[in-house]
């Protein structure tokens, strides 16, 4: 299962409202999608055609909905797997309450290294024979550090022969839960209760094999409904194209594609991009077919769609259960800053007080997630003639009306404590982009194609460009190049380097 809710469509877009002849698949292939058997042609709810409009092609779009998949919408990879690897580590304390509190550190130091390689994470295909390696080895690795802290707790080897017998006993049934429940999702994808809708970007040699496999083997769970590729190739495709890349955003919403698969398209990798961070396309589950022989994934064992190697591209957007992470990190973070610095908060604005006078707070229009403007708050360290100073003044490093006390602020970066309230407001983030102005926002987006995508994930109190090195009069491509990096290579821990190496800036006094 794919880690998108899973959809069915009993028959897909065709083109120009024709039957597509696949080359040497031996069928027709209507829409992309096989025939509806008749035994199931009552569960669908029959839509009528969409003529869609804009796009490059005339393309016609019937298709109904599945009730069986509606249903199961909701389901996520890890929903399949998680609950039977739980229950299966729980197991021993049914026989024994002797070993509870080594039991359930074993259940979740087992499922933390299921986690963290990517054993709960969506695979097209799916196997136990794939996975066994990858399960033993967390199994034992987990298993052994738990042994080792009972072995020191209680020195008797009855006492640790009795929890190693449990410990083994749960890796057993997991393995074969494991094995159950891989088993019931390929049925559930043959019997297509449940799967995704995937669009194939990309319309040459390997967009047609990709269609003829997921024609034939459902157990993918993926539904092909249509194929988009560069305008070039709209003439010499060897899948015919329900649209160009320009068409991506429509298609993806009126077929209600789920999942996109990079399939060597005819355009730049920057084009490609700019399309796939659209709103509704940056919502899919992107696939790749890799370039190069031998490329294989990042989690140990290659994925594939019909012996076509396929990698699962990591997120390009914080979304989901990453987001809800993120974001209670940032409240905690935020929460306990503001308690704790209360009395520098004090002091800096007493401060800001004496070296300016009234009006301690500097208020100013930034720009947010998705391009929202906001009011940024901050400790003021001088007064700008007027708004449009205030808007459009690029850099007051070297301004002398900069004070020593605002000067020293703004080089240990306690002038941006007060942002730690646009945090908690939800305006801001621990980590992210920084943010900028209206007038500079609409300048560099137009000079640099990637600065716009900064704009994906909420900003920054402090960002991966500017621990970097990148503050200043620094060359604003090389910004938005960190900035989109950290978007797309998310994870805590990064963060958590980022705000160390921030605290260690701020000791050495390496702000503006």
């Keep these: 299962m794919s880690g998108h809710p899973a959809t069915s469509h009993s028959s897909t877009p065709s083109f120009g409202g024709e039957e597509i002849d696949i080359p040497g698949d031996g069928a027709r292939l209507y829409g992309g999608a096989p025939p509806v058997p008749q035994a199931r042609e009552s569960e669908a709810q029959a839509e009528p055609k969409v003529e869609v409009a804009g796009l490059g092609t005339t393309a016609v779009l019937p298709y109904a909905r599945s009730r069986t998949s509606s249903r199961t919408r909701w389901l996520r990879a890890w929903m399949m797997v998680a609950p039977v690897d739980v229950v299966a580590l729980l197991v021993p304390l049914v026989l024994s309450q002797s070993y509870w509190r080594g039991t359930l550190a074993n259940a979740v130091l087992t499922v933390t290294l299921f986690a963290v390689g990517g054993l709960y994470r969506p695979r097209r295909h799916v196997s136990i024979l794939d996975e066994l390696p990858s399960l033993s080895g967390r199994l034992l690795a987990a298993a052994s550090v738990v042994a080792i802290i009972a072995a020191e707790r209680h020195a008797s080897v009855t006492y640790v022969g009795g929890f190693m017998r449990g410990v083994a006993l749960s890796a057993l049934l997991v393995i074969l839960g494991r094995a159950a429940s891989r088993a019931f999702t390929v049925l559930s994808r043959k019997r297509r209760w449940a799967e995704h809708n995937a669009l194939i970007v990309g319309g040459g ?96 064992y290659p994925d594939h769609i019909g012996a076509f190697p396929i990698v699962k591209i990591g997120d390009i957007s914080l979304t989901g259960p990453r987001w809800a992470i993120k974001r209670a990190s940032d409240v905690l973070f935020a929460a306990v800053a503001l308690l704790l610095l209360s009395p520098v908060l004090l002091l800096c604005a007493i401060a ?161």
């Excluded at 009126?254 to 659209?278: G, N, R, Y």
């Excluded at 060359?475 to 380097?497: C, G, H, M, Q, T």
């Design 205 to 300: 040699p390997i967009g047609l094999e990709l269609a003829r496999l997921l024609r034939r083997y459902p157990q993918y769970g993926l539904r092909f409904v249509g194929c988009v590729d560069a305008s070039s190739r709209q003439g010499n495709a060897a899948l015919p194209l329900s649209g160009t890349l320009t068409d991506l955003e429509h298609l993806v919403r009126l077929t209600e594609c789920e999942v996109l698969i990079i399939a060597d398209p005819d355009c730049h990798e920057s084009t490609l991009m700019e399309t796939l961070l659209q709103p509704r396309s940056s919502r899919c589950d992107l696939w790749a077919v890799p370039r190069l022989w031998g490329s294989r994934s990042h989690n140990g």
């Design 352 to 512: 800001t007080l004496i070296d300016g006078g009234r009006g301690i707070f500097f208020y100013q229009e930034r720009i947010g997630r998705y391009g929202q403007p906001f009011k940024v708050i901050k400790f003021r360290s001088m007064r700008p003639v007027n708004e449009q100073e205030s808007q459009t003044n690029w850099s007051i490093a070297h301004d002398n009306r900069v004070g020593p006390i605002g000067r020293f602020m703004r080089r240990t970066s306690l002038d941006e404590l007060p942002q730690l309230w646009n945090i908690l407001r939800g305006d801001m983030s621990v980590v992210g982009p920084r943010p900028e102005r209206p007038y500079f926002v609409e300048k560099f987006s137009a000079e640099y194609p990637n600065y716009a995508a900064r704009h994906r994930v909420p900003v920054g109190l402090t960002g991966l460009a500017q621990v970097s090195g990148l503050r200043g009069d620094t060359p604003i491509s090389d910004r938005a190049r960190f900035d989109n990096y950290y978007i797309e290579n998310w994870s805590l821990w990064l963060d958590v380097k980022v705000v160390l190496r921030t605290v260690s800036e701020v000791f050495r006094a390496g702000g503006r």
